[in-house]
């Protein structure tokens, strides 16, 4: 494996890119300027910029200074996600806005965009907006377009518009629009095509002096067909008014945001927290309410290695995580579009609950190789789709029906004029059923394992949460079930999981029945109240994990057991966030902590997190930003909070407290 440094000669730290979106896909873009991944106008489209796969062959979309030895520095707009980038320089200094226009970010309904900004028929509303202008001084300016259709795998051709002020780039069935509103005013500005010998993606240039008060606005426009992308570049994009989008989608993410008023995270990571929120914003497909686990694919859990997989659709598991961060946070849209969606889905129609789906409902999900590209830092394969969705994991039933039942309980149903009497509730009488049924097989995990299946203690204790949620749903709203067999059910696997779950010879619960290998995923079994968190198994379940599963950081592996695959794991960042709330629910505050601490300084600059951290060069790995990451970092901010509160009125002097 190469070193770091060589590494990032070529291919920039993963967690340096700035992430933007329209929740309905999302583009990373460099402190140098370049668009370097993006899959437009959805999450599951065919990559069109795909450099951060492969630095040689895949399409990027740069503005920058001349001068190419100038790096950016990255920010978001307060309270949005709209990312600017700042070059300076002795002789001048210019400033780089990257938006992706929203019309509202109501989750509930969907409605698409205006039609007055765009046609959304045809699927040409979707657009990244680029605005550079010279703040001070003067500066040289290069813009460059290279669009690489269907992952660099079709040929593009190039069309420019009559005045040069635009082009259409087509190929592999994908149609792509540049336009540029004010370069009429430089008579510096020059656009020209250029073209290697063998070189499947021509690449539009052009270099501009900017000088202070000078601005130049490019935009990437989509359209689903070619006759959709010449109205775009003809008629539509010359007529929208993209300061007036600049301020509508920054009035979007700030109204959004300010939803969670009523937010009960008060303390001290409140700008953590609000980072994370966004982020998790950006990764929700507005047309169906789901969520997608990464808005990337193939950035290497090890890098030169073979763990590199395609993160662009909904894990059942990680969006019904994502809603329960969004819940803490006062967000409620969300949980009613996902659930909507979740209804949808076709095992209702007799078929068995998948792990996975596309953002649509999709239940195939091929995965394939693309042998044409050569990977993040030369990290193959490079793989679309993902096989895992056939897998068996029967922990998604418990975190499913949880879901359902916290949102429920939070009134969610009414205030929507719905009742859990119907249809979802036959859902979740059905899901429940299946785990009575089926909880004794084993299973691939939550961590999906390609070895053969196992009898995972986690994937256990959530067929218990299963049960556990629907029986006291039923319960408290009377609903029609076989209470009798649903609650023997569950203490038969309460009973199985302390007996052959628990290992006394190492003080742990294991990775599996009747094994002697530890697993992360146990750090969850008293956040959904399957054991509480100071029973004496859970708090040397803990000391065990400290022990033998953490770096010299403290930060906390997965597993150290076969998995099945070649390479090496690094550190699961969520897995740390679990430690911290076990630490902060024992009482141990302090250290739950500088434990939260010291993660938080390995985010990006933009407070940021991709899947894993490197136990040795502290490097971002794994795809990003990952949703699973936020997610545990807003919990776990909660948690602390609440331990915090707590150690302080035990602490409170009697006398005082006698005034309260």
């Not at 008579?187 to 010998?197: D, L, R, T, Y």
């Not at 939260?596 to 990006?604: P, Y």
Request: net charge negative; hydrophobic share 40%.
């Amino acid at each position: 494996m190469a070193s770091v440094n060589e590494i990032h000669q070529k291919y920039p730290p993963i967690n340096s890119y700035g992430v933007i979106g329209d929740c309905h896909s999302v583009v990373l873009a460099s402190p140098e300027g370049s668009v370097d991944w993006g899959c437009l106008p959805d999450f599951d489209s065919p990559a069109i910029f795909c450099r951060m796969l492969d630095v040689e062959r895949g399409g990027y979309f740069q503005i920058a200074p001349t001068d190419g030895s100038l790096v950016g520095s990255q920010r978001y707009l307060h309270r949005s996600n709209v990312l600017q980038t700042h070059f300076a320089s002795i002789a001048g200094e210019v400033v780089l806005t990257d938006f992706m226009p929203v019309e509202t970010l109501s989750a509930w309904p969907y409605t698409g965009m205006d039609n007055n900004i765009c046609a959304k028929e045809d699927g040409s509303c979707h657009s990244l907006v680029r605005i550079v202008e010279c703040t001070h001084g003067e500066m040289s300016v290069t813009m460059k377009l290279k669009v690489s259709p269907h992952y660099a795998a079709a040929p593009s051709e190039v069309s420019l518009a009559p005045n040069h002020l635009g082009a259409l780039i087509s190929g592999g069935e994908q149609h792509v629009v540049l336009a540029i509103v004010g370069a009429h005013l430089l008579p510096s500005f020059a656009m020209k095509v250029v073209q290697e010998p063998e070189e499947w993606h021509p690449t539009i240039q052009a270099q501009f002096l900017l000088r202070e008060g000078e601005r130049l606005c490019f935009v990437i426009g989509i359209g689903r067909t070619a006759q959709a992308a010449r109205r775009l570049l003809e008629n539509e994009l010359p007529r929208r008014n993209f300061d007036a989008e600049l301020a509508h989608t920054l009035r979007c993410w700030r109204t959004w945001l300010a939803g969670c008023a009523k937010c009960i995270y008060m303390g001290p990571y409140a700008h953590w927290v609000e980072r994370s929120a966004l982020a998790l914003k950006l990764m929700t497909y507005a047309p169906t309410g789901a969520i997608v686990a990464a808005p990337t694919t193939s950035l290497p859990e090890d890098v030169g290695g073979v763990r590199n997989w395609d993160y662009r659709f909904t894990w059942l598991r990680d969006a019904t995580f994502t809603l329960y961060a969004f819940n803490i946070l006062g967000f409620t849209e969300e949980a009613h579009a996902f659930i909507h969606w979740l209804c949808g889905l076709s095992f209702a129609d007799g078929e068995e609950l998948q792990i996975m789906y596309g953002i649509r409902g999709e239940r195939e999900l091929t995965e394939q190789e693309l042998p044409h590209l050569s990977g993040y830092g030369g990290s193959t394969p490079v793989r679309i789709g993902n096989g895992a969705a056939k897998q068996k994991q029967l922990d998604v039933f418990g975190e499913v029906l949880d879901c359902i039942h916290l949102y429920r309980r939070q009134d969610g149903f009414e205030r929507y004029g719905e009742a859990l009497e119907g249809p979802l509730w036959a859902m979740m009488r059905s899901l429940v059923d299946y785990v009575c049924t089926h909880w004794q097989q084993p299973d691939y995990g939550i961590w999906e394992v390609r070895g053969g299946p196992r009898h995972f203690v986690y994937s256990k204790a959530m067929c218990w949460v299963a049960l556990d949620r629907g029986i006291r749903t039923a319960e408290r709203l009377n609903l029609e079930a076989d209470l009798p067999r649903w609650m023997a059910v569950r203490d038969q696997i309460r009973i199985d999981i302390l007996a052959r779950g628990y290992n006394t010879s190492i003080g742990a619960f294991t990775q599996s029945y009747d094994d002697m290998a530890l697993d992360a995923a146990n750090l969850l079994l008293p956040l959904v109240g399957f054991i509480p968190p100071d029973d004496p198994r859970m708090l040397s379940t803990v000391d065990r994990i400290m022990e033998k599963l953490t770096d010299k950081h403290g930060f906390v592996y997965r597993y150290l057991s076969d998995d099945g695959l070649p390479g090496d794991e690094s550190t699961f960042t969520i897995c740390t966030f679990w430690l911290v709330d076990n630490l902060a629910m024992q009482g141990r505050v302090d250290e739950a902590r500088a434990l939260f601490e010291c993660l938080l300084k390995s985010a990006s600059r933009l407070g940021l997190f991709s899947e894993e951290i490197d136990a040795q060069s502290g490097m971002a790995l794994g795809n990003y930003p990952q949703a699973f990451t936020h997610i545990a970092l807003i919990n776990s901010a909660n948690n602390l909070r609440k331990a915090e509160i707590r150690r302080s009125e035990y602490h409170i002097d009697p006398v005082i407290a006698a005034f309260y």
